[in-house]
């Protein structure tokens, strides 16, 4: 069984940085397509990144393009989403998710991602 655990998160001032790391176990991981995800209170969850299994091909929601950087390591079985110049707007559980096979154009889809971690609160304070 595919286990994924998050941790990085916290509470940082807008303009500030922090770096999410997602830990995965229970599977060969440079197999796997990954997404980060949020979801703020009272919304639904977006999609924020996702990175191929080699890490040749990233893509980005247009809210944090420019800002925040997916990026993995797979011989320590770790993806990393450095966000920086965060925004009040950016506060969310982020979660990490794993799948098995990628669809061209379907990157964002969550219903696509078979794993996901239990989140990280992430609050940005104005």
């Known amino acids: 069984q595919v286990q994924l655990v998050e941790s990085g998160g916290g509470l940082v001032q807008a303009g500030g940085s922090l770096r999410l790391s997602c830990a995965a176990s229970?599977?060969?991981?440079?197999?796997?397509?990954m997404g980060w995800f949020r979801q703020a209170p009272g919304k639904e969850r977006e999609f924020v990144s996702a990175?191929?299994?080699?890490?040749?091909?990233?893509y980005y929601a247009d809210s944090v393009k420019g800002r925040f950087t997916i990026s993995r390591d797979n011989a320590k079985n770790t993806v990393y989403l450095q966000m920086n110049s965060l925004k009040p707007e950016d506060t969310a559980v982020y979660y990490c998710?794993?799948?098995?096979?990628?669809?061209?154009?379907?990157?964002?889809?969550?219903?696509?991602?078979?794993?996901w971690g239990q989140g990280t609160q992430v609050t940005v304070s104005s």
């Open positions: 990175i191929r299994k080699t890490g040749g091909s990233t």
């Open positions: 998710a794993a799948r098995g096979t990628y669809y061209p154009g379907t990157y964002n889809a969550d219903r696509l991602f078979a794993y």
């Open positions: 229970g599977g060969t991981f440079s197999n796997f397509f």
